[in-house]
């Protein structure tokens, strides 16, 4: 799992990963209470390297925090939302 580009974004930020083998995907984004406010991917995926566009739509400004796991392996990471 990448950091998200750019970091701190305004409109949209773009979010990279890559799967060594064909995984189920899910990848979602938290605000800091740990509530769900988006889910970005959640599909079956090729081997490979991904990228995905999130535009969060009508989320107040501030610290969010995206996960992925696919398979047997989970990450997390932090991003900036600046409206």
């Known amino acids: 799992l990448q950091q998200n580009y ?5 409109a949209s930020t773009l979010i990279g990963f890559s799967l060594a083998v064909p995984s189920r995907v899910a990848l979602d984004v938290y605000d800091l209470l740990g509530q ?8 079956d995926l090729p081997a ?13 400004s501030g610290v ?3 996960r992925i796991a696919a398979g ?3 990450a997390t ?3 900036l939302l600046l409206q």
């Not at 750019?6 to 305004?10: D, E, Y």
């Not at 769900?36 to 599909?43: G, L, P, Q």
């Open 6 to 10: 750019p970091n701190p974004f305004n």
């Open 36 to 43: 769900h406010v988006a889910t970005i991917v959640n599909r």
């Open 48 to 60: 490979g390297q991904h990228r995905f566009t999130w535009r969060p739509d009508q989320l107040a």
């Open 64 to 66: 969010y925090f995206y």
């Open 72 to 74: 047997s392996f989970v």
């Open 77 to 79: 990471r932090k991003l």
